[in-house]
């Protein structure tokens, strides 16, 4: 069975800041998708960007961006510019080929931007 | 935003009821899923539904039960809740070339 660890439970990060958030997982799958999402206060689950695991390019969305390293198993999210609406906790998330599959999540990082 | 809705958002109800919770959606996407989030977990799988009347257990289904009588919505079902069900329950959604999955706005649900 897929697991996704997230060692971090809690970080913060100034204003303005880059903050990087780790997640690793273990699977003897080839290909695959890995995910972020973001859940604020308000609780609502928001995708923050995904990755394929056969694509070798790291997936990039505005100020968020992901250091994908396939033999390590490693999947970090990197916040830039760090905002005080970055303030959430985050979700690492598995989801196994062919698609459309149940995600497994690690238990989340809960991240807070200090001004 | 996807457009799914859960109902009830919140419910308070006491040991050995029955309690459904509903999700529907409005993108006529294939897969429906229930998960539940407790701390310290992150978000575990319930049941999950890859078609009409098409359904699977996930990891956490002991004293669950889904139905999917139409593309729209998915129940779940707690046929005598207990302590232990007190969480949020979030239904998602997916059928994209993306596989990404759209979440609802989450049910908390406390068993008294």
């Known amino acids: 069975a897929q697991t996704v660890t997230q060692s971090q439970p809690e970080m913060s990060v100034q204003e303005a800041e880059t903050v990087t958030l780790s997640c690793t997982y273990d699977t003897s799958e080839s290909n695959y998708y890995l995910f972020w999402y973001k859940q604020p206060p308000s609780r609502q689950m928001i995708l923050v960007i995904r990755q394929e695991a056969y694509k070798q390019q790291n997936a990039t969305e505005n100020r968020f961006s992901v250091n994908f390293q396939k033999a390590a198993k490693s999947f970090s999210l990197k916040i830039s510019d760090s905002q005080l609406g970055d303030t959430a906790m985050y979700f690492c998330?598995?989801?196994?080929?062919?698609?459309?599959?149940?995600?497994?999540f690690g238990k989340g990082t809960r991240l807070s931007v200090i001004a | 935003d996807a457009g799914i809705t859960q109902s009830p958002r919140h419910k308070v109800t006491e040991t050995g009821t029955p309690v459904t919770l509903r999700c529907h959606q409005t993108?006529?996407?294939?897969?429906m899923y229930w998960y539940r989030q407790d701390p310290g977990h992150g978000l575990r799988l319930i049941h999950y539904s890859y078609g009409v009347k098409d359904t699977d257990k996930g990891e956490v289904s002991d004293g669950y039960s889904v139905s999917r009588s139409k593309t729209e919505d998915f129940l779940l079902t707690l046929e005598s809740a207990t302590s232990s069900q007190t969480s949020v329950y979030f239904c998602a959604i997916s059928g994209g070339a993306g596989n990404e999955q759209f979440f609802g706005p989450g049910t908390r649900l406390t068993v008294l």
């Open positions: 993108e006529n996407h294939r897969y």
């Open positions: 998330a598995f989801m196994t080929p062919p698609g459309n599959t149940p995600l497994v």
